[in-house]
């Protein structure tokens, strides 16, 4: 329900059209759907700009294929991220167009083309540990209509690397840059471009790395500017840029 | 043994128709039965209202189903948390009418009939994921005699879901709010109602998760009145609110 | 404004006797009022049944006094907590009435008298360095028209004293056990009664204690039932239980 | 040195009127300024859009002021955090103009008029108590020519605060959301924008706050998309939005 | 090599009946000997009374049976903890004498019969689930000439059940007490003897648990006197208080 | 009430000598004395052998003499540990035979001379900087009749120190090992003495230290049998030694 | 691309014999090789004297196998870590001289004979099960042409085995201490020996290792000069000591 | 005592010159001198070729006096490190050469000329802010003889200013990296030279810095090789690399 169905809903309230009831009844029902498992937030793209992603972790093969059937029943673009295989195969019950992508561990349904943009994001990997994460980001900006650029394995041990890629990285509208270990590409990017650096630890790495933290909070400190940080294989934050 | 029975004893030593050494004795065999591998609190009901729940993890199939055998003997309906298939198997072969939920991890058996209040506790998601940590709350609260009403994925990210179900989430007489990520929905819900909120935090979550401690640290430091927190799981405090 | 005037404005805005500019203006003003340098929420007693409490830290004196100034052409009872001597000077200045607590960090004024329930909330701390935190405790509890039984110093070294003052525990509607050092006194006292048990760590105590964690952390994996857990000193929760 | 100069260097080293020495000596000196306490970045602004910002903390006030006195020498507006009040002191000897703002921890000093844009930043706030940090966020994007609009107080306990001023939150080009306690204000605001969200956690808050950390793991694990945090304080970071 | 023959080779280079060279050898083989993958410390029972237990974890399988082959040769009781049944079965091949404990994941091998003593140490656990650990504890005192009296599932939430053994524990020399959750029972145990009490934490427990984490640091700050603590499973030092 | 006093009374009820109510009366007061800011177990030395220390930390200067002046009136020796100056004024006032060690931080009060036994406990530490936590050890052990040998500055960056002192610390009963740094010293003891080792670890220390988790994990985690680990400054259980 | 060469290329440059274009371009490709899902620094050695290791953890088989391919085009020897065996079969397609070493996880290709120095460096575990750890670090120094000399099990328990051990250790020109647990080896060496210690924390051990954080702070914060620390199997740079 | 002393020692006690309990004195006392408080290890320089360095922290002036005191009559520099005013005060009574650096909070006494050698060390800073912690590491290796060049302000945020630096660093016989936040300057330095390099993470830092640890993981999880780890301000290190 977006905003002028809502004041032609008020009008009508004032006219007399519609009664308390019906309109407090539709505002419900316009806004979300309730599987009994779930309650899907169909009124998300009108507030965000963006259909809801599904986070498949910690749910049923079941249920996923059950929120994507649904989804199937309107026009956008459908994303799963952290999806297992199992899932996938009760999902192609339902949509046998479905596109898995075991890397990047997500499900993909095209509703709709997208006109790429002239821009692009550049994701950019530390080393090749990485590349899942930045697949699962790469993925996700390429479903929500974004055209990406990927530099690999160009971490700060051989920086000259990304110097290479310079010119890559700088004309990028926006970059995500994913690295484990100590974190510290991110900081390196954000001093050398003018644009938002979106910084995405990984759990790569040899000894201290407790999980990722090390990375985690060495992004987190970075001194450069322009710098922000989304925690490792949360990419749904990565269709953002977009809007910039 | 109850106040009566303690009362009776007493006096039973004042006049001299109880030794103190045989006081003694009776008072320790009251309260508690010895089994090898446990010693079951049989005192717990008259103390505290509900009997003692079996606590799955870390104990052997043939522990859970002996202390279940045990348990038998007396007139409680019986629960057992954080089971797994093997240890319901054992149940089985001593208790026939043993429930077993896999997404609760509980085995249940009724040995009575509690009428269900007019009241309710509402239990409320944050997510989909979340269900296994809610189910296993609301089967506890159930087996002790209470009425549960389920609210499912209301999560923060599309406030409105919950808004949808505020008459269901008012009405009731405690709410027990389930959420992963970063624990946000207590908080609302306790801005919401004039009722007692029980936070519990799960593991569910994409990025610097922790296992739940991100959940666990934001329930704790809520700024909302009236919410108090339980780790995840720990639901056996769910059958608390029923005496309020 | 509560539920009787909105249904009146919406049967208003029907009849044509109030425009929907009108309508949103008032709902925008009935439930906040903005200072500047503070949104006060004077809708929340219609909500949960509680004003809002001024929580001092971080405030300066100035803003404590004012947000006081204003909660002054209301009805309730003020109570702020976490407040310097600074901030009562400044308070006195506009509300010479105001009452300091230092042990318990309070401001509290007195606008109405609330008639004492028949049943108590106890307050109990395993030492007497807790003191501070339980104090808070039941200034907050006493504000909000409790009846408060104080019980000290019966932490878990020596368990007879909390034996001695059973009685007084176990007829409370409720007990808050404040405790530092391992916190294992909730977990008895959570053994003793049927009652809810409100845990609130402190940072009292020898050794690894890292600043009350170890307290925190004992209450949160407690396993007596019928307890959860309230960081320390967030006693905001306490006059919660009143209702229950 | 720019872009142009780069390229004029380089054919004046084929042409021969450069010496090779001679275009070492250049690229030096022209890229940064040695102070001996200090290796001024004077190339910052051409490769990220913005010059530098004077970082106080761990700075003698010697040092900040002869920091402060080189950059005069240059024509942008100069801005340092987290600077004390001695710091300002020595740079008011060598600046007379310079600004000091005590809450935001700051001096400005504004060497030219940057054309304030049509579209604004919303600074805002869950708590009164997290002025300071927002006040410094606020002055650093203003510093840079950005329109800020400040929302003040409208944390999750009254979450209908927020939504008096959802007006001017979704009309902001970006949002700098600053909490501390449980951090879910800025889910909420990412879950009803479709513009980026700039999550600030601070170290606001009661009970097991652990120095900000409940924030900031509350913000990384965020459900709500177009959200990125950004440690408490580094608001450096946020004069980047602008370039979206 | 004992005190004596110490004293002997001394006085036997003294003499010149040894020269400094061959002493030198003498004391570099009789303190270890050296099997390629282990320096078994032949030297130890001299020093502190009591052989070398084998740490099976992270070692092969050969790895532990060459060391109790070696074991073999000298005269005491030979015990490995943290084994498992693969070692086990190589073992075997070596010495058909072998036990193998798979609660307690040890092999023991008793060469010789110590005379039990009068006194006992008292092996305590909270719950049924902390029998695993508590069982290394008493299979480790017992191969090293301890009597062994076992006190089980007597932990805080039914507090009585110890005070039904409070004979038992008050006889004894020393009280491991071992337990999870919260790792109260150590403090309560210590406040009700007037003997050591070693206090060993476990992973067992609900939510905030932290894998041990809150019982060790309950364990930690524990009030009461006479309590010391050794991490879960490191019952190695168990044998110790036998001296006492 | 000791236990011939609790026989007579349990037969005084028998005899109908004593009412239940009585007898209730007796046992309650017998065995703690409230001050009304604490609860005085005076029932502790009967139970544990030792009478109850005062804990300074958290309690103002009037409640510490309040608990002296009460205990002034029984015939033990008084402790207080981590007290202040101020604490000591106060106390002065009621009993001017106190004694303040200013840095061990206590109050000490001589009632009854202990006949100091043949055996000694050696307080050993690591470096001159642990002197202030040994100290408090060192005393209260010697309060509480025991004799005690001090072994000063035998860290392991110069093991031989320890070596020069080695007859000092093997005659001893027990050894109690203050460290900070790495917390390596109670390792390198107890691999060299037959007798337990209390490891006490303190903050000392460069670098990495974490407010002495270093020395407290380290301590934690020794492949020394015979040793176990009091958190840094929980002295009071050094006390216990003496009777093993 | 070494030194020389690229004189050789910026004189060519001022001569007008390259083109700045053709300058760019090759110094691009000198220096790295663009595999698609690996960027391999092929410029490293003639930075740092070393070609670069791949680390296995995280890559697939094939691109393990592909990297390898690539580097036998090259001169140096190959050295892989942190691999599987799957990673082994494919190499060995590639490659059938690889060398697999199961316990240190490492692929070896051997392209070259570097003569052995007459000086070693000793690799040194404190107990058999950190035998994993060191043999990482061995191979990984004799690959690039150091003689190693192992010592094994020589843990602080029993610390007269490392001096039976001590003049291997005194004649390393390098010592690399591998040890779980407390980690307190790498501090007793330290003060032993006058050549630098490079500690490596492993986690091996008992109880509160947390992972090898005991042993990781226990050598961070070791009280030994000399000393310093990789964390553990980051052994990559135990071939950098060769150069002192 | 050096080695040849002591061969004599052996011989005496054969030759019976000697006798054993004269031989054990003299080697009790040879190692290290007993101060009270103190016990200097006057043996260190033979074992590690530098003297023991004086750790302030925790110590009174008067113990810090009192050590020099006795070192003045030995023939080495002497250097104490984390002092304060005060305890140099106490010194300047005993030693009025002793220089005392404020920055550095070092205390320097240089008995003896070293002849510099012709390699230097670089200290290298990332910020102004790390000067303090650098300073003390130049100070500690000038001090034992080393040339040192300082490299400052050259962090990651504009790297150019490391290259502009780079024949400084390259030729250095080992870099000491010194910075806070994320920690990414060593692994830079450690991409571009063959030397070792030392980094050592200060607490210097915006946002999530938590006491340096974010500076410490990004260090310890490097992935450039030739790199290790010192912890902030543990630069005795630092003399090490002389032998290099």
């Known amino acids: 329900m977006n905003q002028e169905s809502l004041n032609q809903l008020l009008t009508d309230v004032r006219n007399g059209n519609v009664t308390i009831e019906e309109a407090l009844g539709q505002l419900k029902h316009f806004t979300s759907k309730d599987l009994g498992y779930a309650t899907i937030d169909t009124h998300r793209e009108l507030r965000t700009g963006y259909p809801e992603v599904i986070f498949g972790q ?57 006109q790429p943009p002239q821009t692009y994001i550049a994701v950019i990997t530390a080393g090749t540990s990485d590349l899942p994460v930045a697949e699962e980001a790469a993925v996700t900006a390429e ?5 990406v650029e990927r530099v690999v394995d160009v971490g700060v041990a051989g920086i000259h690397r990304l110097y290479n890629k310079l010119d890559v990285v700088r004309q990028a509208r926006v970059s995500v840059v994913v690295a484990g270990m100590e974190g510290a590409l991110p900081s390196i990017v954000g001093g050398l471009v ?5 910084a995405v630890p990984t759990s790569v790495g040899y000894g201290a790395n407790f999980g990722g933290l090390s990375a985690l909070l060495g992004m987190l400190t970075s001194c450069a500017s322009g710098t922000c940080v989304v925690p490792a294989q949360c990419q749904r934050t990565v269709h953002e840029p977009v809007r910039c």
């Open 58 to 114: 910690g749910k049923t093969p079941e249920q996923v294929a059950g929120i994507v059937q649904f989804m199937l029943t309107r026009d956008n673009n459908i994303l799963a991220t952290r999806v297992t295989e199992a899932m996938y195969e009760k999902v192609l019950e339902v949509c046998p167009d479905a596109v898995y992508n075991p890397m990047a561990r997500t499900i993909a349904v095209r509703k709709m083309d997208i």
């Open 143 to 147: 479903i929500f209509g974004n055209r």
């Open 194 to 198: 003018d644009k938002p650096v979106i």
